[in-house]
């Protein structure tokens, strides 16, 4: 239910409180979503609301591991560590613009049903029960489902914009809809 998302935006949200790094709220997103990679966790967890997001496709220099020196992370350790000094090679960053979002607004009309089921499925063995592709029309069907949600919200005419890069090069966005 997205508690390791909550966790990680709350270790993203300390790290910036107690650092006073001053993140923006972006920033923040970039850090969490580096570590977990679920979008949709991450975004309500840290915007709440009802939101639409995505990642973006990182290039492959964005996905090199980076060590970061242990005196960045454990100050004290060594003794003679100290603070970086001016000329110090700064602990490396996260891309910048990992994911997107977009904030829906909510009419009070729709009424909303929350199921929680008595059992639970590691997201693994659940993604593990899809199949490998999907029939051109079943796509075209999701996705032309999938574009109506901007009608809930009354800022929709952002949303397409907003969200379209999520689709580039998979599915492609045309007004009033999506096609495959």
């Known amino acids: 239910m997205g508690s390791s998302a909550a966790a ?8 910036d409180a107690l650092g006073d790094l001053k993140l923006s709220q972006e920033r923040v997103k970039d850090y969490a979503l580096m570590v977990e990679r679920h979008p949709d966790n991450i975004t309500a967890a840290l915007c709440g609301g009802f939101t639409g997001s995505f ?3 990182l290039e492959p220099s964005e996905l090199s591991p980076a060590a970061i ?5 454990l100050p004290a350790y060594p003794a003679n560590a100290g603070p970086p000094q001016p000329g110090d090679e700064l602990p490396p960053q996260p891309p ?15 009424g909303v049903v929350v199921v929680v089921p008595k059992f639970e499925v ?16 079943d796509v075209v069907s999701a996705s032309h489902l ?5 009608s809930f919200s009354p800022c929709h005419a952002s949303a397409p ?3 379209q890069p999520a689709t580039a090069g998979r599915v492609d966005c045309f007004p009033g809809g999506l096609a495959a």
């Open 96 to 110: 910048r613009n990992v994911g997107r979002h977009v904030r829906y607004g909510f009419s009070k009309d729709i």
């Open 69 to 73: 020196p242990l005196a960045e992370v």
């Open 161 to 163: 914009s907003g969200l």
């Open 55 to 57: 990642l973006r496709m």
């Open 146 to 150: 999938a574009s109506r949600v901007r």
């Open 8 to 15: 990680v935006v709350a270790g993203v949200l300390l790290g």
């Open 122 to 137: 590691e997201t693994a063995k659940a993604r593990g029960a899809l199949p490998d592709s999907y029939p051109r029309q």
